[in-house]
């Protein structure tokens, strides 16, 4: 811990701590970098943090909802800026907000001298950038339909709650280069990049306990846009083995695209615990990565694994794979299956040009102490 920093009381407020994602990694290592800090956010699933079970974790009126209503945010989504508001944070000075979807960013300063940081992941992406998209792709049960009639109206409201939120933050960190365009576009804000990072220890472990074997590997939520539909499309014609972990409202579709092509080398191996991905990682040929993300953390993990990645030609892959002069994949520019396939195939002429160790390299240089030790000195610099 920066001792300069010591003496600051520190409020870190995350959208949500129900499950593990992007996010949540980037606030469980603001935590680290700030032991002494107050974790403030909406809904709290204990179980999935135990990390936090010695640290105060503060939440909102949503966390007394039953269990089944504060895991399905979407429902939650009017509620979410009313409830940030009414967070109380007079008594901190610096306040850090890990913002993506849930309106941590509108929690607010009660005095002059309060700093507000936020840490963002994207603009809230069903209210820009991708609206369109998610009004006519996203799932709902045939209860939910209804919503859609007026969700034209809350979006509206949502977006100018979001956009009154950012008048009270004093510095934006984005994820990528790629997110601190959508801030300048957005929010007409300035911001400094500063890429998420993961524990990569375990990663870089594996590496050096399993070899090789004959798969492909892609790990994700079964959503639309994470694009799973076009991997089982994809392998079912080149007849490749490859392995897609996660779950998701998309699961029971691809599962039906996959037995509808007689797809058997395709093996569908449902949540993996936490500690079970590295040996996933480490063993597989290459990871595919077909999704346009705001960063990316998954191929953070499969090269600091040793494992090279088929990505998709856009978003924050193209920064932590694209740029450097290691050679840690293999990019393709459209999301087809045409495309896709192009890339596995150069990917298997050149396969032995990989090098294991050199991928590992750039894996770790994501590795969550270099993440902390730019936060203080973010921080040092602003404060």
Avoid at 5 to 19: G, H, M, P, Q, S
Avoid at 70 to 75: A, C, L, N, P, Y
Avoid at 355 to 375: H, L, M, W
Wanted: proline share 6%; glycine share 4%; aromatic share 14%.
């Amino acid at each position: 811990m920066n001792p300069k920093f010591e003496n600051k009381k520190i409020a870190l407020v995350a959208d949500w701590l129900t499950d593990r994602g992007g996010a949540e990694h980037v606030v469980a290592a603001l935590a680290k970098a700030f032991p002494q800090a107050t974790i403030f956010t909406s809904v709290y699933n204990p179980d999935a943090f135990p990390e936090f079970r010695s640290r105060e974790v503060r939440t909102t009126f949503l966390q007394k909802l039953p269990t089944a209503f504060r895991r399905k945010h979407q429902f939650l989504l009017p509620f979410f800026p009313m409830a940030f508001e009414k967070l109380d944070l007079s008594g901190f000075d610096i306040i850090f907000s890990s913002a993506s979807s849930g309106f941590s960013k509108c929690v607010q300063k009660t005095k002059p001298e309060q700093k507000h940081i936020c840490y963002c992941h994207t603009p809230v992406r069903f209210l820009y950038h991708a609206r369109d998209e998610y009004m006519r792709e996203y799932p709902l049960p045939w209860w939910g339909q209804p919503v859609k009639l007026i969700l034209p109206l809350l979006l509206n409201w949502l977006t100018k709650k979001d956009q009154n939120a950012i008048k009270n933050i004093d510095f934006f960190l984005s994820n990528s280069d790629f997110v601190g365009k959508r801030i300048k576009k957005f929010y007409q804000k300035p911001s400094t990049t500063l890429y998420p990072c993961i524990d990569t220890k375990p990663f870089l472990q594996a590496a050096h306990q399993h070899s090789k074997q004959d798969y492909f590997l892609a790990v994700g939520r079964f959503i639309p846009y994470k694009k799973f539909d076009l991997l089982v499309e994809t392998f079912a014609k080149n007849h490749l083995p490859i392995k897609l972990v996660g779950s998701g409202p998309e699961l029971e579709h691809c599962q039906e695209l996959a037995r509808e092509k007689n797809a058997q080398n395709i093996e569908f191996l449902g949540f993996a615990e936490r500690a079970r991905l590295p040996g996933l990682f480490a063993r597989a040929r290459a990871f595919v990565f077909p999704v346009e993300e705001d960063f990316g953390l998954v191929p953070i993990e499969a090269m600091s694994a040793g494992t090279p990645v088929l990505y998709y030609n856009r978003g924050g892959a193209t920064e932590s794979i694209g740029k450097t002069e290691i050679k840690c994949g293999i990019a393709f520019d459209h999301q087809t299956s045409e495309s896709l396939q192009k890339a596995i195939d150069r990917f298997l002429a050149s396969e032995s040009s990989f090098d294991p160790e050199e991928i590992q390299k750039r894996g770790e240089q994501f590795d969550e102490e270099i993440f902390i030790q730019k936060i203080h000195d973010f921080l040092e610099e602003k404060l």
